[in-house]
């Protein structure tokens, strides 16, 4: 079964009886359109925002590759050049070579100093 991408805006949610009815509301027979409280827009913490907000720093990178017998594990020096949903690209300074690592193979990083972690727009207004 294929879903409707518009049923994830919050025009259509699960309903009362299941499934995937338009976002209303029984009252006696009578319908009437759920009222959706507003929210504001939230931006969520994932690791691949953290390490585009830290472009250009120097860190270690720690992964895991299972079922490898040349390498388990790797540690990985270099500066962030870009995140990507699934991935981070490093250059290594000393050397010139960049690394396209898969953020799957992830266990952690390291900075040497302070990380950058607030969003620009979380303290507009205030």
């Known amino acids: 079964?294929?879903?409707n991408p518009s049923y994830?805006?919050?025009q259509y949610g699960t309903g009362q009886y299941g499934g995937y009815y338009p976002n209303y509301q029984y009252y006696y027979g009578q319908q009437q359109q759920a009222q959706q409280p507003a929210r504001p827009p939230v931006?969520?913490?994932y690791i691949e925002n953290?390490?585009?907000l830290n472009r250009g720093k120097p860190t270690?990178?720690?992964m895991t590759f299972e079922n490898n017998k040349d390498w388990?594990?790797?540690i990985f020096k270099g500066i962030i050049e870009a995140a990507g949903r699934d991935h981070l690209i490093l250059s290594d300074p000393n050397t010139g070579?960049?690394?396209?690592?898969p953020l799957i193979y992830l266990d952690y990083a390291t900075f040497d100093g302070e990380i950058e972690y607030e969003y620009p727009f979380n303290n507009v207004g205030q």
């Open 97 to 101: 070579k960049r690394y396209l690592l």
């Open 72 to 74: 388990n594990a790797k």
């Open 60 to 62: 270690t990178v720690y």
């Open 1 to 3: 079964m294929t879903m």
């Open 8 to 10: 994830s805006t919050g």
């Open 43 to 45: 931006e969520e913490s």
């Open 50 to 52: 953290i390490f585009r």
